[in-house]
């Protein structure tokens, strides 16, 4: 039965990409690697790069087809949040994956999102780097203790009901996230925690699957300061609301 709902599903990812020149061919590839048997298509939400990002992707859609390589350029940096909002907008799968294209979400996850849903007809299917079997690799000991100290906080303030709330490689049916992004409000990176906590009070179904967070493998960290201060305020900002 799990296979042949397999079969009847198309799962759409929505890959965000900002200077990922040297990392979308090699994400391309895995995806295609991990995901033999599976109806997908891959959807770039290009911010302007200017390091040749879409040119690349240009490339892969000679190699793989349009059909399954799309590419939803942006004019300019716009916004983790609304990048998914626009990527939505062109999805056609009635799953959808939302994931880094950095490589610090490796697609041999992807399997296992897949096979989650399908066991358990979860809404939404979470990676986290907080059980068993889960974890981070390529983050030095205060890093880790900043990421592991601000989940442990959203946790106590806000419940969510999962274990890593800040985490932002998830899949989702595609009716579910229409829904729960229509009432989020943040844009940044605690656009990711808004959505799941507003899952969670909407009462969907959440599934979680550990994962090996890996630290960018080529270009530079895109999380400073100022979205450590915006995680502050977003998590204030769910106490009052949620």
Wanted: aromatic share 10%.
């Amino acid at each position: 039965m799990a296979e042949q709902e397999k079969e009847r599903n198309k799962y759409s990812l929505i890959v965000p990409t900002y200077n990922e020149r040297l990392n979308i061919a090699l994400l391309v590839y895995l995806i295609f690697k991990h995901l033999p048997d599976v109806d997908f298509e891959v959807i770039v939400v290009d911010d302007g790069s200017p390091d040749g990002t879409q040119e690349v992707v240009k490339e892969l859609q000679g190699v793989y087809g349009e059909d399954r390589i799309l590419l939803r350029a942006r004019p300019r940096k716009l916004g983790l949040g609304t990048a998914y909002c626009h990527g939505l907008k062109h999805a056609t799968g009635n799953f959808v994956v939302i994931m880094d294209a950095d490589l610090s979400h490796h697609p041999k996850y992807l399997p296992s999102f897949i096979r989650k849903q399908l066991q358990t007809g979860a809404d939404i299917v979470t990676g986290t780097r907080y059980v068993k079997g889960g974890g981070v690799h390529g983050w030095n000991l205060m890093r880790k203790l900043t990421s592991r100290g601000a989940n442990v906080l959203a946790q106590t303030l806000l419940w969510p009901g999962v274990s890593d709330l800040t985490g932002s490689f998830r899949l989702y049916k595609k009716s579910v996230l229409e829904d729960i992004i229509s009432s989020v409000v943040s844009k940044g990176y605690v656009f990711q925690m808004e959505m799941i906590v507003r899952a969670t009070r909407k009462g969907y179904h959440i599934e979680e699957v550990p994962i090996t967070f890996v630290d960018r493998v080529f270009g530079i960290s895109k999380l400073g300061g100022s979205e450590i201060v915006e995680y502050l305020k977003g998590l204030l900002y769910l106490l009052v609301t949620t």
